[in-house]
């Protein structure tokens, strides 16, 4: 199994429909994030949780919240999706000092 | 906020021939963290670097900090087509690893 799963891995969804995307962990890192990527635009961060009391805005929050349900569980929520949400997003995982993050495959959402 | 800024944003090249990707920062880097993405894919880990001049290789794949700590390159050597794919680069600003800024990816092809 891999270190990160996302779920589901692509989605096709109606605007104003509520859309969960589920992130788990087995790697035991405290620090997990949410970043979405679009083309020429890089990966931007959405949210970020230091542990599971901890929830953090990223650069482009607006439109999207964040649940930590355990240190291994990440869930990003879209409550009412719009079409420029239409993007592939990224679960991630770190902790303190280590080398870098690891992610997940990805899921890719379109919102039509 | 960190701005990151890589070229070339595209690079086709034969294989066996070198290339070099560069990231440049606005700001000094704590950490600049190098991640390879299959298209459509989820984000390898690549390489980091901290100190300023360091330089580390991974088989082919050589990266370098400058002394200023405001740019990063990475070198390919007698590239091979499993190299396609994008380059992202990441930056830690703050010296705590807490999360990372990402540059727009620079996507490379290697023909036969």
């Known amino acids: 199994d891999a270190d990160v799963t996302q779920t589901p891995r692509n989605r096709i969804t109606k605007t104003g429909k509520r859309i969960m995307l589920e992130c788990s962990q087995t790697?035991?890192?405290?620090?997990m994030y949410w970043y979405r990527q679009d083309p020429g635009l890089g990966l931007r961060l959405i949210y970020y949780?230091?542990?599971?009391?901890?929830?953090n805005k990223g650069e482009i929050s607006d439109g999207y919240s964040v649940s930590r349900q355990a240190q291994a569980k990440f869930s990003l929520s879209l409550e009412s999706a719009i079409p420029n949400q239409t993007a592939l997003y990224f679960c991630a995982t770190s902790e303190l000092g280590a080398n870098g993050y690891t992610f997940g495959s990805g899921t890719r959402l379109t919102v039509v | 906020s960190q701005e990151l800024e890589q070229s070339p944003q595209s690079l086709i090249v034969q294989e066996g021939k070198n290339l070099t990707i560069n990231c440049t920062s606005s700001?000094?880097?704590?950490?600049l963290y190098w991640y390879k993405q299959k298209y459509g894919e989820g984000l390898i880990f690549l390489m980091m670097?901290?100190?300023?001049?360091e330089e580390k290789s991974h088989e082919k794949i050589t990266a370098k900090l400058d002394e200023k700590k405001q740019q990063s390159s990475l070198h390919i050597t007698a590239s091979q087509p499993s190299h396609a794919g994008i380059y992202l680069c990441g930056a830690d600003g703050t010296g705590t690893a807490s999360k990372l800024t990402f540059g727009t990816g620079t996507r490379l092809q290697v023909t036969l």
């Open positions: 700001k000094t880097l704590y950490g």
């Open positions: 670097l901290q100190k300023g001049g």
């Open positions: 790697k035991g890192h405290d620090r």
């Open positions: 949780s230091f542990d599971v009391k901890d929830i």
